[in-house]
């Protein structure tokens, strides 16, 4: 068998695109370190520098013969896209505790109520202001209503891990509170989304195919959390397996069986991630492999992926300021009011519930995932793909000084939270 090849001249070109992408979401990314801000962030607005929004509105043929030099550039770009939110969602898992005693399931739960359902239903009735505007040719009815309360709702499981991994919390019981109820969150989020694209693609909505992807998504976070718990007590038998490769195998073999079925590639290689984390465990070497896999990963795929998502956002074209604010506005209050309130009645501090109010609103990667797959789905416009973008990456701004600020003016603030 002979597998065709890229051309010399598409090899380099490709290479030099990525170059550009990496060095971008570098010097953009340092800039926002400067400032205090998410890194994330400016590794989104250094693919913004090579998009529509700067110079592939001043100079498109330039940019257009470096990242569309040939036509399966986009598929070869997309590839590096792919495998940084894999291996951000793997290390996500990896470093992730989902594991409560039973003070914190009241804790949990209400802020799970307040961050997600609340939000969602208060969403509904500002969808008529946006709809005109916002939905795309197949997102009639059922589809664009769901993605429009699944935006406001939503928090970003890889955006902020990477806050909690810049800021050096990540295993602080603040940052695992987060992890856990946002792994919630994004059970919900797939659920609904392949909902709303099974509609959009068959126009009609089938009960029991419906029902069937709720019974999958859940049974997978069910047996994932058991298998993770069952194999802590054969960690000793399992030290001199080499973890580096065989989780690889794992995290390639499972999501691509999984996006078979429909399970979304961020969800399984999350999945994937916190399996390794319970077979490792007590193994020093095996988690010395996977800090320097993730080390790797958020020096090359994790910023090409940020970069990627930015150049295809033009703000010159395709976007409303006002819009973008009044959308905005909405979802900030809704999720930040209804996390507080639901807060109250646990024995958290004040402060720390102004603090998840605030976290809870970083949408991040599956905003950024929301708005691309609802996109190519044609159930929201160019416009609201532009907006959810951007509502992902001021709301991780926001969430990232804040965070930082609590930080700065007490270092316990991420370990001790009761009251």
Known sequence: MTLPTLKEQEIWITFLALALLLCGAYICGKLMERIKAPKVVGEIMGGMLFGGTFLAHFWPETMNSIFLAYPEEGKVLNLFYQLGLTFLMFSSGFNTSIEWDKKDRKTIGCLFAGSTVLPMLAALPFVGMFERHFIGEKGAGLPFLLVFVIGVSITSIPVISKIFFDMGIMNTPFANLVL?????????????????TRIATTGELRLLDMIGVVVFTMGMFIVTKLLADRL???????????FYTISFIALLAVTALMSMLGINIMYSAFLVGYIVKAISQSDDAAKSRMQAASDFSFSLFVPVYFALVGIQLNLIHNFSLVRFAAFF????????????????????????????????????????????????YQIISVEFFTVLILTTMLSSLIAGYWLRCQQKKDDTVFTELDG
């Open 180 to 196: 856990t109820v946002s792994t919630f969150q994004d059970l919900c989020l797939w659920i609904l989304l392949n909902v709303a």
């Open 232 to 242: 802590h007590g054969y960690r000793k038998k399992l030290r001199s397996v080499d």
């Open 329 to 376: 506005a909405v979802a900030f209050l809704l999720e930040g009011v209804g996390t507080f309130l639901f807060l109250l009645p646990t024995k958290l501090r004040k402060r720390n519930m102004m603090n998840l109010a605030i976290t809870m609103n970083a949408r991040g990667g599956p905003g950024i995932v929301l708005a691309t797959v609802a996109y190519s």
